[in-house]
């Protein structure tokens, strides 16, 4: 494997393991959580146009281009990375409001929750409906254990997930007086 897979692997897991307690804050301090997505957005906008737009129409080369005479603008095409994009802002749309609705623990539980069972879906999605007669040796036990074992561990989080202190400007509960009545008899 390429060293620069491992890098772009790093800088992606950096970035999505960081997400969910960033927006979190800044849900936190916009006091809004549709402002924080807002926001979100702008910086898709700067990241997802405006780098590939330098590239392709400013500099007029693509370095991801896998075939330089296939490269088109078809409308059939573009709406497969519009379906992407969409994907992408729902999902992130739906972390938002899940870390809302979890209350003190969401940035704790959200992310483990998704980033455990998106990436079970995406192999499933990806060696059925995205296969594409794609010929490929049958996983092993193992890959199938490692399935199961992320699914185990979004369950182990959302049984043990932590729980809220108690506010300390709560007044605690003051203690019943003693009776000196005997107990009622059945």
């Not at 390429?2 to 692997?9: D, E, S, Y």
């Not at 979890?102 to 998704?114: E, K, M, N, R, S």
């Not at 879906?121 to 007669?133: D, R, V």
């Not at 199938?144 to 300390?168: D, E, H, T």
């Amino acid at each position: 494997m390429k060293w620069t897979v491992l890098l772009f692997v790093a800088i992606a897991a950096l970035s999505w393991g960081i997400y969910v307690p960033v927006v979190h804050e800044a849900t936190t301090k916009l006091g809004s959580n549709l402002r924080a997505f807002l926001m979100v957005g702008v910086a898709y906008f700067l990241v997802a146009v405006l780098v590939p737009s330098v590239f392709i129409f400013l500099l007029g080369q693509d370095p991801t281009a896998k075939d330089p005479s296939k490269l088109n603008w078809m409308p059939v095409n573009m709406m497969w990375g519009i379906a992407a994009g969409t994907a992408g802002a729902i999902g992130a749309l739906c972390v938002i409001f899940a870390v809302r609705d979890a209350g003190p623990v969401g940035p704790l539980i959200v992310a483990p929750l998704v980033f455990a069972g998106a990436p079970i879906i995406n192999t499933i999605a990806s060696m059925t409906i995205f296969a594409h007669g794609k010929k490929m040796a049958a996983p092993g036990g193992l890959f199938y254990l490692g399935l199961i074992l992320a699914a185990s561990g979004m369950a182990m989080v959302w049984v043990n997930k932590p729980k809220p202190v108690a506010s300390a400007s709560a007044p605690a509960a003051a203690p019943a007086p003693a009776s000196s009545e005997p107990p009622a008899q059945a």
